[in-house]
């Protein structure tokens, strides 16, 4: 491809200008029925989807020829190959996102999931390796090595953030006027709200009083994620290992409502439980 030159403009519409066709064209490639987008590999080649024939072409981008076709079911949109669309792409592996599943799978209803097929595009042809459903309108995903993914695994003790607290025998309850301030921790397999209460832990309110739980997960291990749910108010959220959440509620309906951790940290998760008291007025 070469850079446009002035020459290359043969007029404008509506403030646009437009470029003189076969000037500008690099190659025409027929690649089949319905190309809608296009993925590379490290080999000098481009994958087409072809949204009316069903398949994925393989073309090579120095000759314009096409070099392999799949069939995948059915009307692939988008594809995504490892790195597909970088300046560096893997060349390994292709997933044609289609947007039909017809008789794929069994039906459930009028509306059946999409399909996935995996391509291994090592080769020179190409193999359907494997086909999956997958959510409806599958768009623009991407496949990265996994080596680039540098993910937190637990969040750093940070001994002056705010609301946080570190040990269960700093687990403190703390009322100014009529907010009530709950510092306590979550750990495998108890909340502790105030180190002073027997198990299950209780927090008293009273009636129109407001809430605010700071709760510090101190499970400082990998993938130890708690919940804290509060059953009768329809509150509900997670503490990931290391960080402390701050959750408010108004305590405007008496009564007696269990705590509880909604995400499975160990077998004795259920047992993870506690009480909001709200004493009626
Ligand atoms: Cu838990």
Redesign the pocket.
């Known amino acids: 491809m070469t850079a446009i030159k002035n020459e290359d403009f043969q007029g404008e519409a509506q403030g646009l200008p437009i470029l003189n066709y076969d000037n500008v064209i690099d190659k025409e490639v027929e690649v089949g029925l319905g190309p809608l987008h296009t993925q590379f590999d490290n080999k000098g080649n481009a994958y087409t989807t072809l949204f009316i024939d069903s398949q994925v072409t393989k073309w090579n981008l120095e000759t314009g020829k096409v070099v392999d076709k799949v069939e995948v079911a059915y009307s692939p949109g988008h594809l995504t190959a490892v790195e597909g669309d970088t300046a560096n792409p893997g060349g390994q592996w292709l997933v044609s996102l289609n947007k039909i599943a017809k008789d794929q799978y069994l039906s459930v209803g009028p509306s059946h999931p999409e399909s996935m097929d995996l391509i291994d595009i090592s080769g020179e042809e190409m193999e359907v390796v494997a086909n999956a459903p997958s959510q409806p309108e599958p768009h623009y995903s991407q496949i990265i090595s996994a080596d680039k993914i540098n993910t937190t695994e637990v969040k750093a003790k940070d001994e002056d953030r705010k609301n946080s607290i570190w040990s269960t025998e700093d687990a403190h309850i703390e009322r100014e006027g009529d907010v009530v301030h709950v510092y306590g921790v979550?750990l495998?397999?108890r909340f502790v709200f105030d180190a002073e209460s027997d198990t299950p832990d209780v927090v008293n309110v009273r009636e129109g009083d407001t809430v605010k739980f700071h709760i510090t997960n101190i499970d400082r291990d990998e993938d130890?994620?708690?919940?804290f749910g509060i059953n009768g108010y329809n509150e509900n959220f997670e503490i990931q290992p290391g960080d402390t959440r701050t959750l408010t509620i108004e305590a405007d309906k008496a009564g007696n409502f269990p705590i509880y951790?909604t995400?499975?940290?160990?077998a004795l998760?259920q047992e993870?439980t506690g009480y909001l008291m709200v004493e009626p007025n």
């Open positions: 979550a495998r397999s130890i994620t708690h919940g951790c995400n499975f940290c160990s998760h993870m």
